[in-house]
C-alpha cells in the first residue's frame, strides 16, 4: 500500500476509533482502536460478520450514528486531512454527498417511493450547487448512463417500483457519484440482490472506481465478494480489527486463525464426491407441479402469474435435492405447495404414494408430520412468547403424545441438535441465530418426518455458522434416512450439500441432474450464466485445499 | 468444512444488538412514563369516588323545592338544581354511570372485536364477507343508531351500551385483522400450520398474544369516547332515563338555567373531562410503552 499513498495522501484515514455501546450491551465498544486507511482509486474492503462492528465504523465516518447510544470516544476519521468527528452536523451535511456517498444494501427503501428517480439524483445537484434546472436534467441524465443504466431518457421520469433491483441499486450508485465524491461507502451494497445482478453491479463499482479514481470502502460479510473487488481487506470481529493487507496477502496467506476460519468456512464451489442414490422409490415426487397467481377473484381480474410451471421432482430417502434459482424462479413456491402452505393450482404432490395436492385441509392433517420445514429467518421461525420447548413439543402432541413424553424427544432432539436439554425452558431471544435455527431443526425433526424442506435455511447466517449448520443439516438426513428438498439461492452452499440439483427460472425447471455433473458441465445457458456470476469464482478462494 | 460433533457456535456474535429484553412490570412502566401514572393516579381517584363516594353524600334524587337552585356553599359544596337536589351528589353518583358505561362499552366491544377480527383475518373467504358488514357498520352515525335503538326497546342502561358499542366494534374488528394479516405470514406460525395445529390453537397461541398491546390501548380510547357519546345522549334526551343521575341528564337539565345557575352544568362538565382525560392519557402512555414504534412516529 506504501506505493499507493506516496503519491497522493489517503481519501479517508481511521485512526484509533472506539464506539461506545450503550450501557447493557455485551461489550463496552462497537468499535474500538481501529485503524485504516483508504487510498484514491481504491477499494478496501472491511469484512466481518455480523456485530464485528463494521457498518458502526461506516457510519461514524458519514456521520450518521445516533450519538446518543454510539459515541466515538477516541481517535480520529480523516476525510481528506479534516476530521470527521470534530465536524458539526451543518458541516457534516455539506461533506455528505459532496466528498463522501453511501450506498445502502436494500436500494427499496433507500430510495423514495413516490419520487422520479431523476429528481432523486436532481435533489443532490439542488442542494449542493448552483446548477439551473435544465444542466442539473443534463447531468443526472449523464450520471445515470454513467452507471450503464438503458434507456436513460425514459428511465429518469420513471418511479422506483418500475425499475428491478439492479437498476434501483444502479440510481444509488447514480446518486452517490453525482458530485463526484471522494469517498464512496458501500454498506452491503450487493446482499440483497440476485447472483447475476450482484456480479454487475460489482463490475460497475469496479470500473466506475477505475475511471473516478474514488476511494471506496466497500462493507461486507461474503468473502467470495471480497476476491472479486477488494484492492486491500480490513477483517473485523468483535469490534476490532483482527488482520488487514492486501487482498493477495489476506486471501492466500491469513496469519490469524480467525481470518483462517472464516476463509475455511466459505463453501467451494466443487462439489465434494458423492454416490448417487438409486435404489428405492421416491418418497417425495411431484408431477406436473403448477400454481397460478391472480387467475381470477371475487373483484376484478389482476395479472396472471405463473409462479410454478410444470414442476417434476423426485427425491429419495437419505437423497439431498437441492433447488438453486434466483428470486422470483419460483423455488419458494415450489416448497410451500408440497408442505401445503399453499394449495398448488394443479399437478400432484406424492408422499410416500399418496397425492396431497388436492386433499382437504382436515385429510391433510394425517400426513401433516411427513413433511417439514425449517425456514429461511431464525428470528422469525419461533413464536418469541413461548419456550423453546413448547415450540417443539407443539407438533408432537398435535398428534396425541404425552407432554411428557414429547418432552423428552425434544430434549433427546435438542442433544442432536448440538444444544443442551436444559435450554427448552429458554426464550427464543436467549439463543443466537444459529442456534435458533439448530432449534428450528429440532421442531421439524421432533415430527419424525420423511421429507425435510430446508427454505434457505442457512442464508441469513453468518459464513461459520452457516458451515455448521449445513453440517448438522447433513448429518440428521443421514441418521434419519430423511429425504431432503433443499432450496437455496447460494450456489457454493447447493455444491456442498446436494446430491441431485434443480435449476429454476421464472417458474420452470431448466435443468435437473448429479451435482458434480451440472456444475462441471452446465446443459442450459442460464445455468452457465449462474456459475459464471458467483462471486470469487476464479479469484484464488478455490485453490485452497481442505473440506 | 471442519467442526466436530457439539462444536459450540464460538463465533457466533448475532446478539451483539441490545437483545435485554424491557422490564414490562407495571411498576415499571409507571417509572418510565410519567403520563401512566399520573393519567393512572386520577383516574383511581376518580373510581375511588365513584365507589365509596355515594356513601358520604345525600340521596342524589331528594327533592328539597325550598332550597332550589342554592349556589354552591358549605352545606351544598356544588350547589342544588332548580328542583334542589344536592349537585355534589347527583355529580358523583354520574360517576358510577360514566364508569360503568365506559368499561362495559370498552370489554364488549374489545372481546366482540377481537372474535370477528381473529376469525376474518385468518379464514379468507370469511373476510370479504365480514369487512362488507363492518363497513356497513361503520356508515351508521352512532347518535342516530342511539336513538333508533331507545325508540324501540326503551331508556334503559343496556340499551345505551348497546347502541354506543355497535359502531366501535368495526374499529377494533380492523385493527385486529390487520394484526392478524401481518402474524399469520410469520414463519412460526407457518411451521405450526405445517405441523398440524388446528385452526383454534394457532389462533389462541401464536396470533391472539400479539393483538393484546394494541388491543389494550385501542380499549383505553373506547372508554373515554363511550362516556363522552353516553353524556351526548343524556343531554339530547336520548340516554339513560332523565330520573337517573348520569352526568348528560344533569347537564341537560341544568341547560335550562345555565346562565343564571351555571354550576349545574359546569361541575358534571369538570367531572367528564377530567375523566376522559385520565382514561385516555393512560391511553397514550401505553401506547407510547407497548408499541414504541407507533410512538416514535406520531
Known amino acids: 500500500m506504501a506505493e499507493a499513498t506516496t503519491a497522493h495522501p489517503p481519501v479517508l484515514e481511521v485512526r484509533g476509533l472506539s464506539v461506545t455501546l450503550p450501557k447493557g450491551a455485551d461489550r463496552k465498544y462497537a468499535v474500538e482502536d481501529v485503524s485504516f486507511t483508504v487510498g484514491r482509486g481504491e477499494i478496501v474492503c472491511v469484512v466481518g460478520e455480523s456485530g464485528s462492528g463494521k457498518s458502526v465504523t461506516a457510519q461514524t465516518v458519514m456521520g450518521l450514528i445516533p450519538r446518543k447510544d454510539l459515541t466515538p470516544v477516541a481517535g480520529e476519521t480523516l476525510l481528506q486531512g479534516e476530521d470527521l468527528l470534530k465536524k458539526s452536523d451543518a458541516e457534516l451535511r455539506e461533506l455528505r454527498g459532496v466528498k463522501m456517498a453511501m450506498i445502502f444494501q436494500e436500494p427499496m427503501t433507500a430510495l423514495n417511493p413516490v419520487m422520479r428517480v431523476g429528481d432523486q439524483i436532481g435533489e443532490m445537484l439542488e442542494i449542493h450547487t448552483q446548477m439551473f434546472a435544465a444542466e442539473i436534467r443534463d447531468r443526472v441524465i449523464e450520471v445515470m448512463k454513467d452507471v450503464n443504466l438503458p434507456d436513460v431518457e425514459q428511465m429518469v421520469d420513471s418511479f422506483p417500483h418500475q425499475l428491478s433491483g439492479g437498476q434501483r441499486q444502479r440510481i444509488m450508485i447514480a446518486m452517490a457519484l453525482a458530485l463526484e465524491p471522494a469517498l464512496l461507502i458501500a454498506d452491503e451494497p450487493t446482499t440483497a440482490l440476485d447472483v447475476t445482478t450482484q456480479a454487475q453491479i460489482l463490475e460497475l463499482i469496479k470500473d466506475i472506481q477505475v475511471r473516478h479514481g474514488t476511494g471506496v470502502m466497500f462493507i461486507t460479510h461474503d468473502f467470495g465478494v471480497v476476491a472479486e473487488v477488494a484492492d486491500r481487506v480490513v477483517v473485523m470481529q468483535q469490534g476490532q480489527v483482527v488482520e488487514q493487507g492486501t487482498a493477495e496477502q489476506v486471501l492466500k496467506r491469513p496469519r490469524e486463525p480467525y481470518t483462517k476460519m472464516l476463509i475455511g468456512s466459505v463453501p467451494s464451489m466443487t462439489p465434494p464426491k458423492r454416490k448417487p442414490i438409486t435404489e428405492g422409490e421416491p418418497i417425495l415426487a411431484a408431477h406436473a407441479l403448477e400454481k397460478v397467481y391472480g387467475a381470477s377473484g371475487w373483484f376484478g381480474r389482476g395479472r396472471v402469474v405463473h409462479a410454478a410451471k410444470n414442476v417434476e421432482l423426485e427425491v429419495r430417502r437419505g437423497e439431498t435435492l437441492g433447488v438453486v434459482g434466483e428470486s422470483g424462479s419460483g423455488k419458494s413456491t415450489v416448497a410451500r405447495c408440497i408442505v401445503r402452505l399453499i394449495d398448488p393450482t394443479s399437478g400432484e404432490v406424492l408422499i410416500d404414494g399418496t397425492n396431497i395436492a388436492t386433499m382437504s385441509q382436515a385429510a391433510l392433517r394425517a400426513y401433516r408430520h411427513d413433511v417439514q420445514v425449517v425456514f429461511q429467518d431464525p428470528y422469525r421461525s419461533l413464536n418469541p412468547r413461548r419456550t423453546v420447548g413448547q415450540s417443539i413439543v407443539e407438533g408432537p402432541m398435535n398428534f396425541g403424545l404425552s407432554e411428557a413424553e414429547a418432552l423428552k424427544r425434544a430434549g433427546s432432539l435438542m442433544e442432536i441438535v448440538g444444544l443442551s436439554a436444559a435450554a427448552l425452558d429458554r426464550f427464543p431471544h436467549q439463543f443466537s441465530g444459529g442456534q435458533r435455527q439448530r432449534i428450528c431443526i429440532a421442531r421439524a425433526l421432533a415430527m419424525e418426518p420423511k421429507v425435510l424442506i430446508a427454505d434457505e435455511a442457512v442464508s441469513a447466517l453468518d459464513v461459520s455458522v452457516q458451515a455448521q449448520v449445513l453440517k448438522l443439516l447433513d448429518d440428521v438426513r443421514k441418521r434419519f434416512d430423511l429425504a431432503m428438498l433443499f432450496i437455496t439461492h447460494d450456489l457454493r452452499v447447493a455444491a456442498q450439500i446436494c446430491d441431485r440439483i434443480m435449476v429454476m427460472q421464472k417458474g420452470q425447471v431448466v435443468e435437473q441432474g448429479l451435482t458434480a455433473k451440472v456444475y462441471a458441465s452446465p446443459a442450459h445457458p442460464y445455468t452457465r450464466l449462474l456459475l459464471d456470476a458467483a462471486p470469487g469464482k476464479n479469484a484464488f478462494l478455490e485453490q485452497k485445499t481442505g473440506n | ?298
Not at chain 2, 46 to 67: E, M
Not at chain 2, 159 to 186: D, F, G
Not at chain 2, 212 to 221: G, N, R, S
Open chain 2, 1 to 298: 468444512m471442519a467442526g466436530n460433533p457439539g462444536q459450540v457456535d464460538f463465533s457466533e456474535s448475532a446478539d451483539t444488538t441490545l437483545s435485554s429484553r424491557k422490564d414490562v412490570s407495571l411498576v415499571a412502566i409507571m417509572w418510565r412514563h410519567p403520563s401512566v401514572f399520573w393519567g393512572g393516579l386520577l383516574l383511581a381517584v376518580i373510581v375511588v369516588i365513584a365507589i365509596v363516594g355515594p356513601l358520604f353524600t345525600v340521596d342524589p334524587v331528594a327533592l328539597n323545592p325550598i332550597k332550589r337552585l342554592k349556589s354552591p356553599s358549605a352545606e351544598f359544596w356544588f350547589g342544588t338544581d332548580f328542583l334542589g337536589r344536592d349537585v355534589l351528589a347527583r355529580v358523583v353518583h354520574g360517576a358510577r354511570i360514566s364508569l360503568v358505561v365506559g368499561l362495559a362499552v370498552a370489554v364488549i366491544a374489545v372481546v366482540l372485536g377481537l372474535l370477528i377480527g381473529l376469525v376474518s383475518g385468518y379464514l379468507r373467504w370469511l373476510d370479504a364477507i365480514m369487512m362488507r358488514v363492518m363497513d356497513g357498520l361503520m356508515a351508521i352515525p352512532g347518535i342516530l343508531l342511539a336513538i333508533a335503538l331507545i325508540s324501540l326497546s326503551g331508556a334503559t342502561l343496556v340499551t345505551v351500551v348497546i347502541a354506543i358499542v355497535i359502531p366501535e366494534i368495526p374499529r377494533v374488528v380492523r385493527l385486529v385483522r390487520s394484526v392478524v394479516l401481518s402474524v399469520r405470514e410469520e414463519p412460526y406460525v407457518e411451521a405450526a400450520i405445517a405441523s398440524g395445529t388446528r385452526l383454534i390453537p394457532i389462533l389462541w397461541r401464536h396470533i391472539l398474544p400479539n393483538t393484546i398491546a394494541p388491543l389494550i390501548v385501542q380499549a383505553t380510547y373506547i372508554c373515554g369516547s363511550a362516556m363522552l357519546t353516553e353524556a351526548i345522549l343524556g343531554f339530547l334526551g336520548a340516554g339513560i332515563p332523565p330520573e337517573i343521575p348520569s352526568w348528560g341528564n344533569i347537564m341537560s337539565e341544568g341547560r335550562t338555567y345555565f346562565q343564571l345557575t351555571p354550576w349545574i352544568i359546569f361541575y358534571p362538565g369538570i367531572a367528564l373531562a377530567l375523566t376522559v382525560l385520565a382514561v385516555n392519557t393512560v391511553g397514550d402512555g401505553l401506547r407510547d410503552t407497548l408499541d414504541p414504534r407507533i410512538a416514535r412516529k406520531m
